[in-house]
Antibody
Framework: EVQLEQSGAEVKKPGESLKISCKAS????????IGWVRQVPGKGLEWLGF????????RYRPSFQGQVTMSVDKSITTAYLRWNSLKASDTAIYYC??????????????WGQGTLVTVSS | EIVMTQSPATLSVSPGEAATLSCRAS??????LAWYQQTPGQAPRLLIY???TRATGTPARFTGSGSETEFTLSISSLQSEDFAVYFC??????????FGPGTKVDIK
């Protein structure tokens, strides 16, 4: 069974750094792109970008380039999303999601449960 | 960047009735269009991909249609578990693969 297990909710102050995780299991981690999607509670879904675990090829939405960093650790089949300096506007639920095949131009067929990130002074 | 729009923003439907949701792309995405369902407190779930192919576990009462820039999700007879928010997303070759703003289907 494909599962994406995300790390728990975080409360941070503006300017702090943060790294959240997405542990994948039940499939070959290196053959599917992993994407990240942001959702402000009660609002819509924003596509942030994705990463190919086999070689860490990464594609960011231009508006998020330089704002977040995606990475993976193949040895523990885990994807990460990192911020160096959080802003209040980063407050949202962040989902990781698996692309349904080895080519990135495909839909997300499995999703993590989401990680709520709250940034407040 | 391709802009996805959805209409209506909210659709009020009685259980057992049919519902039709629309999604429009600012430029052609071929059939590279997915629909997701999100219930409160849950992650989105893939319903339809390739504009019209039901994902594993999607009931037959859900039908996707359309191509290029105009897409429709039809629900033939709404069940209690279908009251949710529905998002469309394109995944046409080059990212970003943007989502529409969503249509909330609520109980009339």
């Amino acid at each position: 069974e494909v599962q994406l297990e995300q790390s728990g909710a975080e409360v941070k102050k503006p300017g702090e750094s943060l790294k959240i995780s997405c542990k994948a299991s039940g499939y070959s981690f290196t053959t599917h792109w992993i994407g990240w999607v942001r959702q402000v509670p009660g609002k819509g879904l924003e596509w942030l970008g994705f990463i190919y675990p086999a070689d860490s090829d990464t594609r960011y939405r231009p508006s998020f380039q330089g704002q977040v960093t995606m990475s993976v650790d193949k040895s523990i089949t885990t994807a990460y999303l990192r911020w160096n300096s959080l802003k209040a506007s980063d407050t949202a639920i962040y989902y990781c999601a698996r692309v349904s095949g080895s080519w990135f131009s495909l839909p997300f067929d499995h999703w993590g449960q989401g990680t709520l990130v709250t940034v407040s002074s | 960047e391709i802009v996805m729009t959805q209409s209506p923003a909210t659709l009020s439907v009685s259980p057992g009735e049919a519902a039709t949701l629309s999604c429009r792309a600012s430029q052609s995405v071929g059939s590279n269009l997915a629909w997701y369902q999100q219930t409160p407190g849950q992650a989105p779930r893939l319903l339809i991909y390739g504009a019209s192919t039901r994902a594993t576990g999607t009931p037959a009462r859900f039908t996707g249609s359309g191509s290029e820039t105009e897409f429709t999700l039809s629900i033939s007879s709404l069940q209690s578990e279908d009251f949710a928010v529905y998002f469309c997303q394109h995944y046409n070759y080059l990212p970003p693969f943007t989502f529409g703003p969503g249509t909330k289907v609520d109980i009339k």
